[in-house]
Structures are given as structure tokens and as C-alpha cells.
């Protein structure tokens, strides 16, 4: 993998506030990366440092078998959840 492009994804992970939120997608566009899988290969395997629980699936959802933990976090930053879901148009990042 391009580092380059490793850092970015990184860096953009770091940059997404409290309170808001990003989907894979959202980030792999914004780093220019061919995929948004690509942004959740970085988080599995580097991404223990990241706020890596501000990041969905496009439609609001949590990581599998990480959404309990990523949904007391998220609502410890005031981020609320209906049900296992993220209102996407509410606590969208938009930097």
C-alpha cells in the first residue's frame, strides 16, 4: 500500500471532531483512496490510536461485532443513536 496515501486516511481519521461523525466513504473520497474498504483494512490493522468510533457505514451502522462498544463511545461524545444507527444528516463531518 502507498504510504502516502496510508497517512492521509490516517490523518483525516484524526481530524474528524467530537460530536461528528464520517462514513468509509466519506474518508476513502476526501484521501483520495480506490475504496472505502480500503479505510477499514487501515483502521483494523493500524488504527488502535485513531478515533477510529467516529467512523460508520454510509448508512449510519456501526462496525460488526464493535457496535455496542462504538455506540457508548460515540454517545459519550453526544453523538446519539436510533436504535444501532447514526443520523448520517445530523452528525455528518463536513470539514
Known sequence: MDEELHERVRE???AIPRGRVASYGD???MASA???RLVGRIL??????L???RVLRANGTPAHGLARRQLELL?????LAD????S????RWHP
Do not use: C, F, N, Q
Open 12 to 14: 483525516l481519521i484524526k
Open 27 to 29: 474518508i476513502a473520497a
Open 34 to 36: 480506490p475504496t472505502p
Open 44 to 49: 483494523s490493522e493500524d488504527g488502535h490510536d
Open 51 to 53: 478515533p477510529w468510533h
Open 75 to 79: 454517545r459519550a461524545e453526544g453523538v
Open 83 to 86: 436504535g444501532e444507527k447514526v
Open 88 to 91: 448520517m444528516r445530523k452528525y
